[in-house]
Structure formats: structure tokens, C-alpha cells
């Protein structure tokens, strides 16, 4: 059974940058499409930036692009995701999963509604 933990939340100041990592065990990242995700206090869960397999066209957020950059190291079973120039509205919880190939393959994005598991996530207070 894949899981996945994450981490490298915390209290960062307005305009500075955080790195989140995404560890995968129980399965080998190598043919896994991954998202981020998160959710604001008060807020319904949303897509945040996803990668496929084959690293071509992530997906990002209206609300990221342009300061985020989502990465993978496959050797070490892991997904990064580096946002700068962060504002308070990106505090919230961040999750990482698995997605569905399809969705990435057909849609270039990773819904919310396509996640079937979740992690406990790590807390990003900008």
C-alpha cells in the first residue's frame, strides 16, 4: 500500500519562501502521478500543482503560478514543491497524493475529487 508523508511546513513570513517534501513508501514513485494540494481555514481542499511520470507540463494553480515549481526525485521517492513570495492567503494545510494517470494524461490537471487517500499533511502559516 503506497503512502505518503509530508513535510517542511511551518511559520514563514509573508514574501518568504517554503520547500514541502513528499515521501513515498510501500511503492516506487516511478510511475506515480502526484499532486499537492491544500486547504485553507474555513475553505474546501484545492488542487495546488501536479506532476505526472514523465515530468512534462505540470499542472499549477492559478494561485501559484509563476512562484511555485513542483519537482520530483524518483531515486529518492520524493516530490518537492517550493513556493516563494508567499502571501497569507497560502496558509493552510498541505497535502501530497497519488493521482490517477488519466487525469494528468487527459485533463493536464489533478482535481481534488480524483484523490481517494489522504495524509495527515503539513501546516504552512504564512
Known amino acids: 500500500q503506497v503512502q505518503l508523508m509530508e513535510s517542511g511546513g511551518g511559520l514563514v513570513q509573508p514574501g518568504g519562501s517554503v520547500r514541502l517534501s513528499c515521501a513515498v513508501s510501500g511503492s516506487s514513485l516511478d510511475d506515480s502521478d502526484i499532486g499537492w494540494f491544500r486547504q485553507a481555514p474555513g475553505q474546501e481542499r484545492e488542487s495546488v500543482a501536479c506532476?505526472?511520470?514523465?515530468?512534462?507540463?505540470?499542472y499549477y494553480a492559478d494561485s501559484v503560478r509563476g512562484r511555485s515549481e513542483i519537482s520530483r526525485d524518483n531515486a529518492k521517492d520524493t516530490v518537492y514543491l517550493h513556493i516563494s513570495s508567499l502571501k497569507p492567503e497560502d496558509t493552510a494545510v498541505y497535502y501530497c497524493?497519488?493521482?490517477?494517470?488519466?487525469?494528468?494524461?487527459?485533463?493536464?490537471?489533478?482535481?481534488?475529487?480524483?484523490?481517494?487517500?489522504w495524509g495527515k499533511g503539513t501546516l504552512v502559516n504564512s
Open positions: 497524493a497519488v493521482v490517477p494517470k488519466t487525469f494528468m494524461s487527459f485533463m493536464g490537471a489533478c482535481p481534488v475529487h480524483a484523490v481517494s487517500s
Open positions: 506532476i505526472s511520470s514523465t515530468v512534462r507540463n505540470p
